[in-house]
């Protein structure tokens, strides 16, 4: 009968051996890792690259399948035919997005931040019920809203006018709900009592130092609604039907609508749309650092 021996142990004590060596927990690589993020990154920026590159072909090229060649490069005329077509109705439509995106995400977040800090820092009867329903009309889309706005500009008789675009902008209830958060975390009780003892009012106490502690939340709740307006289609649709109103965004659309019929608006439409993303990128390049000055500022306190 054969007989198998069993080798002995000769791990020093306190080593693990393999047998009772425990398992690495699974990971993904760096490779696999970097790999998803430049497919990511491949993924967000091709549509900008196709429009880098259509926004400088004529209706041939584009309609040929050719706008991603580097030959026929025209965006010099593209520019000028955009500037031109219309009695430069594109450059009016600009005015009208920069008015309605420019002021208005600026006193919006005025009055954001104002309403976050009074429900942060002031006791009022009934203060979390109107906070709950602050909250509410965050749940609500925006395009469920236009309608009964288009009835109550009707009665107030500003429908096809400026201001039926604007002042429906001065409202976020998502902006409250955030300057609440920001006010909460940035606005020490200790620093406004301060304050008061110097004899500081209340609204030089909310200008001097709450809006100026509270800065990285403006600047949050400012980019949100410029991006929220200047991107706003259905409200502009429901309310004007003067195309020198229009924003930039609905009269592209108007220009795409007509190029069936008039192939020659396909070139116009895609340097528009060019020209239209230029003021987003500046706005969270400027307003970036306003950002990083935010996330810092708690790690040193």
Known sequence: MTTTATRPNTAPPGRPTRANRPR?????????????????TVYTLWPL??????????????????????????????????????????????LNSLLYAGIGSLLCALVCVAAGYAFH????????????????????????????????????????????????SLVNPFGVYLARVFCAGYVPNEVLEAARMDGAGELRTFWSIGLRMVMPGFVT???????????????????LSDNRLFPVSLGLFSWNAQTKA???????????SLLAIVPLVLAFVLLQRHWKAGLTAGSVK
């Open 262 to 272: 008039f192939p020659e608006y396909y070139p116009l439409v895609i340097t528009g």
């Open 49 to 94: 690259g196709w429009l880098l590159t259509a926004s400088a072909k004529n209706t041939a090229d584009l309609l040929g399948g050719n706008a991603l060649g580097a030959d026929n490069f025209r965006l010099g005329q593209n520019l000028h035919d955009l500037a031109t077509t219309g009695d430069g109705i594109y450059f009016r439509w600009y």
């Open 24 to 40: 690495r927990p699974w990971t993904l690589s760096g490779t696999a890792v970097n790999g998803t993020l430049v497919l990511a």
């Open 221 to 239: 709740v400012l980019l949100f609604q410029f991006t929220a307006i200047w991107n706003n289609f259905f409200l502009p649709l429901v309310m």
């Open 121 to 168: 820092v002031y006791r009022f009867p009934g203060k979390e019920k109107l906070f709950g329903l602050v909250l509410l009309g965050v749940l609500v889309p925006t395009t469920a809203l236009a309608l009964p706005m288009y009835l109550l500009a009707s009665e107030l008789g500003i429908v096809n006018t400026f201001w039926a675009v604007f002042l429906p």
